[in-house]
Every structure is written in structure tokens, then in C-alpha cells.
């Protein structure tokens, strides 16, 4: 069974919590900014991603408040167009959950959730020391997601999107590898969801898939292969992303090999269905991402 549900049925919060609660987890923009009088802001939004690189764009929205007016960090924004984007990872949570209370404008969330300002080199609003990754970001556009209304009082749940351009990035040292590349273990980093949950990035959270350039696809699954009952979607998918089919010669030499005489025999003597042996230990060589020798034995009854 499926809820089908049309936005305009319910009330915009009710659809609101749909949406937070099914996409994310979502990463937090934790933006800094100052108002005209230079007094600093420091809040988290999850409405946030990066959308594009050339120039490195980030956008997040701040939405219209449960009073109906515009949050701290866009009144900021319109009166000093930058700000710095800090990433949040799991030693923060807590004091950048502290940070999103509703505090009076003016009063800094730096302080009160014991953030280490540092300044900035290209924009005046400070970067969060304690944050693995800041970027510090020229506002280029804010859009509203809704009607322009009059005076000061906007439908609560409205909102504008804050278009970015990177201008200056520091990234902790801890979070790179040997290599050079960006650890995602070192990261640790969180994700919003729906409700008071949060998702953590780390430990067996974290897997590698790896990209095809170019697959045979789904549909060139031999049809007992693409319904077996043993395999997943996900096995499935892994075998679609194989470049080519292995040819008859390879599908020969590899049970000549004798890497399969195990299982024959087990068929022949433990009375097993033969195919449905050779599904498992596909499955078994395609979780530890060995997809040439799951086609070699899948191949097998073909
Ligand atoms: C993890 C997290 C993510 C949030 N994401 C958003 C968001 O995307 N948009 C939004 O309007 N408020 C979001 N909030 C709530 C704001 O942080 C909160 O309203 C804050 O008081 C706004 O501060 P400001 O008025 O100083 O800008 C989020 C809060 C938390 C804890």
C-alpha cells in the first residue's frame, strides 16, 4: 500500500513534516553572519546543499518563522550580503543544537553555545573554529519560494533561498587521509531528519559503491538471474554495472578451474537445486564486491 498524498489537501506544516521526514538525512549549513551593526549570528538550516562548482555555489533557506517573520541570519543577510557556511560533524551537535534556539536578535550564538569565532580573511561575519570545514561565502541572490507578500508578515512556513558563491574555504587538517583525499571517517559528520533525529556518518554507516562508466544494464540480466528469489536489487544492480559479459571461454575456463566442484557435488549428493547454490555464492562474492567471479558463477547454468 501506498499513501498518495497532494500537498494542497493538508495544512503546509502537516506536509512539511512528510517531506523532513522522508528526505535526509540533510546536511546543516551552521551560517554565520553579522546585521549592519556588525553583531554576529550563528544558526544551523538543513535546508542546504551545494549546487554547483564553477563558481562553488552553496544555497540553504531559511524559512518564514512560526510568527510569520523573516529569521535572524536572512534579516542578516539583506543587510550584509556574506556568510560564513560551517559544516557540522558529531563532536558539535549538541551546542549547534543550542545555537538554534530562538534567541532575541543581537545576542551572539557563538557565545551562547560556546563556539570559538575566528575571523574571516575575505567576508566580516567569523568562521566556527570548532568546525572541520567553513566556507566563507559572498550572498549573490535571495529568492523567495513564495508570493511577495506586503508589510511584514509572510505565510509562516514560506521561506527564501540564500544563493552562495565560495569565496575562501579552510578545512581542518584531522580530516585528511595520507593521501591527501578527504576522509569521511574522520569527518564524522551528522545529517538532519525528520522529528528531534539525527543521522551519524560513521563506522558501518559509511560504504563505498563504485561508479560504472558504463553498464549493460538491468534489462541484459539473463531473465533467471534478474527473478532470482536470492538475489537483491542491490546485487542486481552491481551486476548491471558490470562493463561486459563474460565470454563463453572465461564462463568454461572458470569451472574448469575447479572452484565450483565444491558446490556441483554438494548438488549432486545433497540432492540441492544447482542454481539456486550457485545464487548464494554469487551473493556471497558480490558483497565482498567481487562482481567478475559472481557473473563467472552465475553464468554457470546459463
Ligand atoms: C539541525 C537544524 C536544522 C535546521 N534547519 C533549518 C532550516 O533549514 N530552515 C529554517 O528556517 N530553520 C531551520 N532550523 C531552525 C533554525 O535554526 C532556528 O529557527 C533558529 O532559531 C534560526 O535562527 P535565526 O533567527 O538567528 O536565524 C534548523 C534547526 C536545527 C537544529
Known amino acids: ?5 497532494n500537498p494542497a ?15 535526509g538525512p540533510r546536511p546543516i549549513a551552521f551560517a554565520s553572519t553579522i546585521d549592519a551593526a556588525g553583531q554576529v549570528n550563528l544558526s544551523p ?5 551545494i549546487f554547483g562548482y564553477n563558481p562553488p555555489t552553496l544555497v540553504f533557506a531559511p524559512s518564514i518563522n512560526r510568527h510569520g517573520h523573516k529569521k535572524h541570519t536572512l534579516l542578516n543577510v539583506e543587510e550584509v550580503g556574506e556568510v560564513v557556511i560551517n559544516i557540522v560533524n558529531y563532536a558539535m ?12 536578535r543581537g545576542i551572539n550564538e557563538f557565545e551562547k553555545a560556546g563556539f570559538t569565532a575566528i575571523p574571516s580573511e575575505r567576508i566580516r561575519p567569523p568562521r566556527v573554529g570548532e568546525s572541520p570545514a567553513s566556507f566563507e561565502c559572498i550572498v549573490r541572490q535571495i529568492i523567495p519560494t513564495h508570493e511577495q507578500s506586503t508589510g511584514d508578515f509572510y505565510p509562516p512556513g514560506s521561506g527564501y533561498l540564500i544563493v552562495c558563491e565560495v569565496v575562501m574555504a579552510h578545512l581542518n587538517d584531522a580530516i585528511f587521509n595520507e593521501t591527501g583525499a578527504i576522509d569521511p571517517h574522520r569527518l564524522d559528520l551528522i545529517g538532519r531528519m525528520g522529528g528531534d533525529w539525527y543521522a551519524r556518518a560513521h563506522g558501518d554507516a559509511l560504504f563505498e559503491v563504485a561508479r560504472p562508466k558504463i553498464g549493460i544494464g538491468f534489462d541484459q540480466i539473463p531473465e533467471p538471474i534478474r527473478t532470482s528469489s536470492i538475489l537483491t536489487g542491490n546485487d542486481l544492480g552491481k551486476l548491471g554495472s558490470f562493463a561486459t559479459l563474460p565470454t563463453i571461454d572465461e564462463i568454461s575456463e572458470f569451472k574448469a578451474s575447479g572452484v565450483l566442484d565444491e558446490l556441483i557435488e554438494e548438488a549432486q549428493f545433497g540432492c540441492q537445486y544447482l542454481p539456486d547454490l550457485l545464487h548464494f555464492r554469487a551473493k556471497q562474492l558480490l558483497a565482498e ?14
Open 1 to 5: 500500500m501506498t499513501r498518495t498524498i
Open 9 to 23: 489537501d493538508l495544512q503546509p506544516n502537516e506536509f512539511y513534516r512528510y517531506m523532513i521526514g522522508t528526505i
Open 45 to 49: 538550516f538543513s535546508f542546504f546543499n
Open 93 to 104: 551537535v549538541e551546542q549547534m543544537s543550542l545555537a538554534s534556539a530562538e534567541f532575541e
Open 289 to 302: 564486491n567481487k562482481v567478475k567471479e559472481a557473473w563467472l558463477t552465475l553464468l554457470q547454468t546459463q
